[in-house]
Structure formats: C-alpha cells, structure tokens
C-alpha cells in the first residue's frame, strides 16, 4: 500500500470515529391533534407515560455577550435524570454533563453558576430538559399551546419560544435577561 493512501485511510478512519453519533431508537410521532384542548390532552397523555427521549442537538449559546455554537446529545431518562454531551468540531466530547433530581455534575468540571441556566426555571435540570423537547413536565408549568403542541412557556426566569410550535420540538429559543440559547433538534427519538 503507498505512503499516501494508509495516510489518507488513516485520516479517514479517525474522521469516522470522532464523528458525532445519532441517538439510536425510533422517531417520536408528533402530536395528531386539531384544537388545543386535544393537544393538551396528548401531551399530558406523553407525560405520563414518559420513558426517556434522546435529541441530537445544534446549540447556539449567548452569554455576557460571548456566543458559542456546538453540537450536543441531550438524553432525557425521566423527569429527574438527564445527561448532555456537549461536542467539539471535530465530534469528540467536549463536556458531559449529567443532572440526578437537582445534584448537577460535569467532566471537565465547571464552575456551580454555569448551572444557572438550568435552575432559573424552578424545574430540576431534567424537567428544564423535558420542556426543551417540547414536553411540559408538569402540570404547573405554564405553557401557551397550538394543535401541533407547545408554542411558548414561561418557567421562573427562562422564556422558551417554539418556532414552529411542535411536539417533539424542532426549534426552541430560551431567553434569560440578555442570555439566549437557540437550540435546533436534529433528531428526537425514544
């Protein structure tokens, strides 16, 4: 074999394995519903009958003015435990970080209010998450509704935008004073 096709082989082989992986499992059917009242219903229907979601992500984050653009995989087990890992360009892992109830822990470890974002609902992390996929995680979270689900919620100091309003969610936009995160889902699946 000549010098330049093992380098080029060697070169594609680390490309495939650093490449950021799909969530594996089958695609969440969107809501059928034609009212609201309807959609309220099926979405309280999936949450109580949720048993974890995975979401390929592209984030978009703005903070003290500084914004960064990433992929991630959000894995939502149920309304207490979630995990998010978080990649560089290349689809190596950059940071994982995992939420059981309110204890938050991260590899490489961050400073505690990198954690605010997640707080500032008034949610565990894994409910902020649940929201993030379009699911309201409880029945006191405040949410405004279309027939194809969540269009907007209001939660503690987070405003949570749906463009277009959807369940799974496609695109949400999460504000917290001059902080915004944009985050687009790739792919929802169970």
């Given at each position: 074999?000549?010098?330049s ?7 594609l ?28 219903a ?18 978009r984050?703005?903070t003290n ?13 149920n ?6 890992v ?32 997640l707080?500032?609902a ?27 689900g ?36 790739l792919?929802?699946?169970?």
């Amino acid at each position: 074999m000549t010098k330049s096709l093992s380098i080029g082989l060697l070169l594609l082989f680390a490309f495939v394995s650093c490449r950021t992986g799909r969530p594996s499992g089958a695609p969440i059917a969107p809501l059928t519903a034609t009212t609201v009242e309807e959609a309220a219903a099926q979405l309280r229907e999936r949450r109580a009958s949720f048993n974890g979601a995975r979401s390929l992500m592209r984030v978009r984050a703005t903070t003290n003015g500084k914004t960064q653009s990433f992929r991630a995989q959000l894995n939502v087990q149920n309304a207490q435990r979630m995990e998010l890992v978080a990649y560089t360009p290349v689809g190596t892992t950059a940071l994982t970080l995992r939420a059981n109830g309110s204890e938050v822990t991260s590899n490489p470890e961050v400073a505690p209010e990198s954690f605010a974002f997640l707080r500032a609902a008034g949610l565990t992390p894994a409910e902020t998450a649940m929201l993030l996929l379009g699911l309201p995680p409880r029945e006191d979270v405040a949410v405004t509704l279309a027939p194809s689900g969540v269009a907007s919620a209001n939660v503690g100091e987070l405003n949570v935008t749906f463009e277009p309003p959807s369940f799974p969610a496609q695109r949400v936009i999460v504000t917290r004073g001059h902080d915004r995160v944009e985050i687009d889902h790739l792919e929802v699946v169970r």
